[in-house]
């Protein structure tokens, strides 16, 4: 085995080692991946219909599980129980069940639900609008600066390239406003005010799009906020009052009679509804913070390179390919982690092969690392706590004017890495 | 979106119901929740349980499905679209129903003969156990016995030909109507006969039935000018025929020349077979049903850039065949993908524009 020093160092202005590829190279390494992808989409089958079942079963098992035990949201141990369940159910439904499914990764099983152009998802984003400017746009024009929009998603500067602005002094603080409103910060980022600006895009469309988020909204609130605090308030006040109409019955008579027995089954119920939101809120929070937590940690961290759009005129498919690798960054992680990350921590090889089922990640990552070695190409990776760390570090310093790149971790050198 | 199954009759009351407790678990359905505890209960799609796989000859098997809401009923002769899971991809397949409409025990039955180069027959002959879940679709075909029916019948039938047929007669037995039937069976064996021994049963109970049985393998095929010596009053009969093309098209010209074609009643059953070759297709014209807008399409020039050359708004994205943006449901014909070289024929499937391009002539729902 290698030995690997902690940080190879290495010059803050290594070049692109995009520039350094001959054609032929290019197309070669094309072909490699090309075929790493033939071979696992030739092989899917019962074996990867029955994980993303056994995810979606997951999923709606932890979201009853959270929702009842919610229905007891006045105990403790019941809200923080309830709570941790919902945010897991709405951590799977988000990344692993809703954002590959809908990248068509599973269309391949002919299922008229669990396909791309069909499914739904818990978000306030819609699909439709969030296909668009995810699948297309930010797959295509990966880390193309003034291309991609997903590059800071046009309100911060995470690339010293990027034009230093005033307002992005304010930017440590509205990245934790993101963080906890990320799949807010997903929709509006999806409405692409350039294009509303430009007049690029109609009148017509952006109110047909507002529209959309607008029942996305309403959706999520009447459930999160009204229908199941109702039948919270519902479940702490028949409680109640059965308690007392028991203690009544049984002689233990209690102060104020009837009346009193409602007044107190009422309070009971208000302060259940008022759990449960706080409860739903909650779990929206936690699932939006990891979400913007793994998402950032994939093409933001110091290892990922940026192009312009001058480096990728003329781009042909084994370009395309080694610009999704250097643009790309995997977080190190068990399988747990990966699971509940949607397989993110792979975002290199979902970078590569978008449409293959994310549950093969693990499996092709020792044939994409193996491409990298031979042809002296980065594999950008890292445990999670360093790369979350890096984007926080890049997104406060480059608040302020000048910044320089970053050191590149150079060609991957084998290793368990 | 890939095919879909039928919209069940679901009960109006539970219909208002899973209604009013939807805004509970948007964007999924209170039923994506009930299927957890029993798959039949899905109101998105019709779905049916295997009951019972029985043997018959001829490597084919009778499946007896039970259907998860009430069955919306068939004629006799019509056939169903079946899907089922293979290898973790739904296949969609028309099968006849064999069973009569009504049956007291709400179940449906097919009889699906193995074709061994194919998907789906190997998997319901072979691997399909009691208790697996099949989804079922829409009820379809024209082939189908009149009623009342007609007072003087002639079926003819050849090989698994017999299923529609089957229907039909079980579904005259039940109203006790076999009055003036008769039936011309082929099949190279006696022993190969598919529904053998009901088929003698139906004979032997019904002094109006008569069954003629043509065994290939020693007399040869049935040719029509046999049928003035088997049925001589064939002219005067309404008649039902299904077996293979070639059998059918001969009965065609006959009641042409000889009789009344008005009286003669076809089901046909051709595969459709993709040619090999490379990543180019053979090129044709495309039809993008939204706008009409038709356009003529060579073999290496994928339909999203041909249409748009002609003048059509279509949706499209990355255009190398990874963001699914750019996919329309194919309503006829067959495409290639110029990527693989593999043909995508089926009807409804979801196909991307950017990478496909036409095997002949298509429709693209676009």
């Excluded at chain 1, 439709?128 to 990966?142: G, M, Q, R, V």
């Excluded at chain 2, 595969?271 to 399409?297: D, Q, W």
């Amino acid at each position: 085995m290698t030995t690997v020093t902690a940080e190879p160092p290495r010059a803050a202005t290594e070049e692109n080692p995009l520039a350094r590829l001959s054609p032929e190279q290019l197309d070669a390494i094309g072909e490699e991946f090309d075929a790493i992808r033939d071979r696992v989409m030739a092989d899917l089958g019962e074996r990867d219909r029955r994980y993303i079942e056994s995810m979606i079963a997951m999923h709606r098992r932890l979201a009853i599980l959270g929702r009842v035990l919610l229905l007891a949201s006045r105990r403790r141990s019941a809200w923080v129980a309830g709570t941790a369940a919902l945010s897991a159910a709405k951590i799977l439904e988000n990344m692993e069940i809703g954002h590959n499914v809908m990248h068509g990764q599973w269309d391949w099983m002919n299922d008229p639900r669990i396909h791309s152009t069909t499914w739904d998802w818990d978000n306030v984003s819609p699909a439709d609008a969030w296909k668009h400017s995810h699948n297309y746009e930010h797959h295509t024009f990966t880390n193309v600066r003034g291309k991609d929009r997903d590059l800071g998603y046009e309100i911060m500067r995470i690339d010293p390239e990027q034009k230093w602005h005033p307002v992005y002094l304010l930017q440590p603080f509205y990245n934790l406003l993101l963080a906890a409103f990320f799949e807010w910060g997903v929709a509006v980022h999806d409405l692409n005010f350039e294009a509303i600006e430009s007049g690029e895009k109609s009148k017509a469309k952006v109110g047909e799009e507002l529209r959309a988020i607008g029942a996305k909204v309403k959706d999520q609130a009447l459930k999160d906020y009204v229908a199941w605090p109702l039948l919270s308030g519902l479940a702490a006040a028949a409680f109640e009052a059965g308690l007392a109409l028991r203690e009544t019955r049984t002689g233990r008579r209690r102060r104020g009679g009837l009346a009193g027995i409602a007044g107190r089954a009422l309070r009971r119920g208000l302060e259940g509804s008022r759990e449960t939101a706080k409860a739903d809120a909650t779990a929206n929070v936690i699932r939006n913070a990891w979400a913007y937590a793994i998402i950032f940690c994939g093409h933001f961290p110091d290892q990922t390179y940026t192009f312009s759009e001058k480096e990728i005129e003329g781009e042909t498919r084994g370009g395309w390919y080694v610009r999704q690798l250097l643009g790309s960054a995997n977080i190190e992680g068990s399988a747990l982690f990966h699971v509940a990350s949607g397989n993110l921590g792979y975002q290199v090889e979902h970078h590569l092969f978008p449409d293959m089922p994310s549950s093969r990640y693990a499996e092709v990552a020792p044939q994409v690392k193996d491409v990298c070695e031979r042809y002296g190409l980065p594999y950008n990776a890292g445990p999670f706590g360093r790369q979350l760390g890096m984007v926080q570090r890049t997104i406060l310093r480059l608040a302020f004017p000048g910044g320089k790149q970053r050191p590149k971790p150079g060609p991957y050198q084998g290793g368990e890495g | 979106m890939a095919e879909t199954a039928a919209t069940p009759n679901v009960p109006a009351r539970r219909q208002r119901a899973l209604q009013a407790l939807r805004s509970l678990f948007t964007p999924l359905l209170p039923d994506d929740y009930l299927e957890l505890i029993n798959p039949l209960w899905s109101s998105r799609e019709l779905r049916g349980r295997i009951e019972r796989i029985s043997p018959e000859a001829d490597g084919a098997v009778s499946v007896l499905i039970r259907p998860g809401f009430e069955w919306p009923g068939h004629l006799p002769g019509q056939y169903l679209r079946i899907g089922v899971v293979v290898n973790g991809v739904h296949h969609w397949r028309a099968y006849s129903l064999t069973t009569e409409p009504g049956r007291a025990d709400g179940c449906i039955g097919i009889t699906p003969k193995l074709v061994s180069s194919g998907v789906v027959s190997p998997y319901l002959t072979q691997r399909a156990r009691p208790g697996d879940i099949v989804r079922l679709g829409g009820v379809e075909g024209t082939f189908v016995l009149p009623s009342p029916p007609p007072r003087r019948i002639l079926f003819i039938s050849a090989g698994s030909g017999i299923t529609p047929i089957m229907s039909m007669l079980r579904s005259l037995e039940r109203s006790s109507e076999v009055d003036d039937v008769v039936h011309i069976h082929s099949a190279r064996t006696a022993e190969g006969v598919i529904f053998g021994e009901r088929l003698r049963e139906i004979d032997s109970r019904h002094e109006g039935m008569r069954f003629h049985l043509q065994l290939t393998g020693e007399q040869g095929r049935l040719a029509p000018a046999d049928l003035d010596r088997i049925c001589p009053d064939w002219r005067e009969r309404d008649t039902f025929a299904s077996g293979p093309g070639e059998m059918l098209d001969d009965l065609r010209a006959h009641w042409q020349e000889q009789g009344d074609p008005e009286r003669l009643s076809i089901e046909r059953f051709q595969p459709i077979v993709g040619s090999e070759g490379g990543a180019t297709a053979a090129g044709g014209r495309v039809r993008f049903l939204a706008s009409g807008i038709e356009a003529e399409c060579d073999g290496d020039t994928p339909i999203l850039a041909a249409g748009e050359e002609a003048g059509a708004c279509l949706p499209f994205g990355c255009r190398m065949g990874i963001c699914h943006t750019c996919v329309g449901r194919l309503r006829a014909g067959a495409v290639r993908d110029l990527r693989t070289g593999e043909v995508h024929e089926t009807e409804n499937e979801m196909v991307r524009t950017c990478v496909n391009a036409p095997e002949g002539e298509v429709q693209i729902e676009l």
